[in-house]
T-cell receptor, first 114, second 114 residues
Framework: SQKIEQNSEALNIQEGKTATLTCNYTNYSPAYLQWYRQDPGRGPVFLLLIRENEKEKRKERLKVTFDTTLKQSLFHITASQPADSATYLCALERYGGSQGNLIFGKGTKLSVKP | DTAVSQTPKYLVTQMGNDKSIKCEQNLGHDTMYWYKQDSKKFLKIMFSYNNKELIINETVPNRFSPKSPDKAHLNLHINSLELGDSAVYFC?????????????FGQGTRLTVV
């Protein structure tokens, strides 16, 4: 079955630095990969989607890469701020017929210190 | 205007009881999901419904029964609650089509079985 691994359970960085989070997957290569943010006591919130034919996607201070050879996605937050502290989840689309659903990694808890 | 709303937010109940969690989405999405997030924060899919039809049932005990009266609602009924059912349950919705599974999550229902 499909496995998704987010290498670090927790990542602590200093404000202003770039945070880099890793997501690795096994078995089949998904056509799409997504990243979500989850704050304590809240549901996950969608951030970015990247397609297999896209090497990189950006949104403001966020950047996602997708390497289908390495079966890996990297999620970067540049110029990090304490407000970026949260758990970040990667998710793969899986299909039953034409319908998709998301399989999530366990998440990486990011703490940005002032 | 809440996109995905689930009630109640907190639910404390005794072992052996039967309880329901309600979910409604006003996004016009075709697909709705139930996810369980355990104490280790792992978000695991339980069920997926598309236009009121069950698409995915991920090895969930028979005590859990989803009900979808229409495509905007997906309720979760749990019979004979056990201590191990304690978790946060998230409802979510998406378009469900390939490449378009960006999911919108509810605020979660924290279920505590005592």
């Amino acid at each position: 079955s499909q496995k998704i691994e987010q290498n670090s359970e927790a990542l602590n960085i200093q404000e202003g630095k770039t945070a880099t989070l890793t997501c690795n997957y096994t078995n089949y290569s998904p056509a799409y990969l997504q990243w979500y943010r989850q704050d304590p006591g809240r549901g996950p919130v969608f951030l970015l989607l990247i397609r297999e034919n896209e090497k990189e996607k950006r949104k403001e201070r966020l950047k996602v890469t997708f390497d289908t050879t390495l079966k890996q996605s990297l999620f970067h937050i540049t110029a990090s701020q304490p407000a970026d502290s949260a758990t970040y989840l990667c998710a793969l689309e899986r299909y039953g017929g034409s319908q998709g659903n998301l399989i999530f990694g366990k998440g990486t808890k990011l703490s940005v210190k002032p | 205007d809440t996109a995905v709303s689930q009630t109640p937010k907190y639910l404390v109940t005794q072992m052996g009881n039967d309880k329901s969690i309600k979910c409604e989405q006003n996004l016009g999405h075709d697909t709705m999901y139930w996810y369980k997030q355990d104490s280790k924060k792992f978000l695991k899919i339980m069920f997926s419904y598309n236009n009121k039809e069950l698409i995915i049932n991920e090895t969930v005990p028979n005590r859990f029964s989803p009900k979808s009266p229409d495509k905007a609602h997906l309720n979760l009924h749990i019979n004979s609650l056990e201590l191990g059912d304690s978790a946060v349950y998230f409802c979510a919705s998406s378009q469900g089509r390939q490449g378009n599974t960006e999911a919108f999550f509810g605020q979660g229902t924290r279920l505590t079985v005592v």
